[in-house]
Structures are given as C-alpha cells and as structure tokens.
C-alpha cells in the first residue's frame, strides 16, 4: 500500500468490504515504542444497528478495527468484515 499521510485520514468514511458503510475514522491507536499501528477508531453512523458490526467499541461508542483488516485506503477505507 502507498505511503499516505495521517492528517489525509481523519474523517474519511470507512465502508465494510460488502459495500456497508461503517461510519467515519475518527483516529488511529499505535504503540509509541514501536510505532506499530493497532486499531482504527470509527465513529458509526447513525443507521449502524447494534450488534451490526463484531468489532469491539470504546466507551463512548466507537469501533475498534485492527488495522490488519484494512484492504484498501482511496475515497473510503475499506476494511475486511
């Protein structure tokens, strides 16, 4: 995958790789020693159904996708369901 920068990230629209949209990216979590990314945090939408999606959320709400589920990042991340 190309290099692409964080601040061109946030607020893109994250969409499952059946077509269904998630919701927004609202950050990423990494390990500061390492560097490594872990999770993408995405806010859901508001048509997003409880229980829709089987990826862990924060406390307030937001999904938890490990980054190894993203497949392609250009008008929307998509991301392996």
Do not use: C, W
């Not at 499952?16 to 945090?41: P, R, W």
């Not at 924060?58 to 996708?65: A, P």
């Amino acid at each position: 995958m190309a290099d692409i920068l964080a601040e061109n990230l946030s607020g893109k629209a994250v969409m499952g790789s059946d077509g269904t949209e998630l919701g927004q990216l609202y950050n990423i979590t990494m390990d500061l020693k390492t560097g490594a990314l872990h999770d993408l945090l995405v806010s859901p939408n508001d048509e997003v159904r409880p229980g829709q999606f089987a990826f862990e959320q924060d406390d307030r709400g937001r999904f938890r996708v490990p980054v190894s589920r993203v497949q392609a990042v250009k008008d929307y991340i998509v991301i392996q369901r």
